[in-house]
């Protein structure tokens, strides 16, 4: 609780700043080469790189401590935990999914607008973690 002012703070911050680089980042003109033959095998690889990156484990202690979740017992974080756990492996494979539907519709610009509105998404998810310390 004696952190929880830092905690909103260096959330917030960090969120609007990657809000913001998601926003204005460049969309790539080539896809990705794929050399994995298995698709269990390259959904087990990004997912364990997703869960291992610093970037993803900070924005969800941003999120978390912009929601107020920064005092809970222990039930409630192991079932926030495996909620949030589940839910990417669930959302990692929709993605997937629709992104192979509509591969060839996607093109450069669509993806520039993807970015923008989810940079806006989670700079928002920011400025909300700055609300948090005016009340």
Sequence with gaps: MGHQFWLHLAGGAFLCYLGIKIA?????????????QHLFGDYTSVFLLTLTNPMTIISFVGIFSGL???????????????GVFIGSGIWRLILCFVVGLFKEVLKKQTLIWV????????????????????H
């Design 24 to 36: 204005i980042s460049k969309a790539s003109e080539n896809p990705a080469r794929v050399q994995g």
């Design 68 to 82: 107020g979740l920064t005092q809970a017992n222990v039930g409630s974080v192991i079932t926030l935990v495996l």
């Design 115 to 134: 970015n923008r509105l989810s940079g806006l998404i989670i700079f928002l998810f920011g400025i909300y973690s700055f609300w948090g310390l005016l």
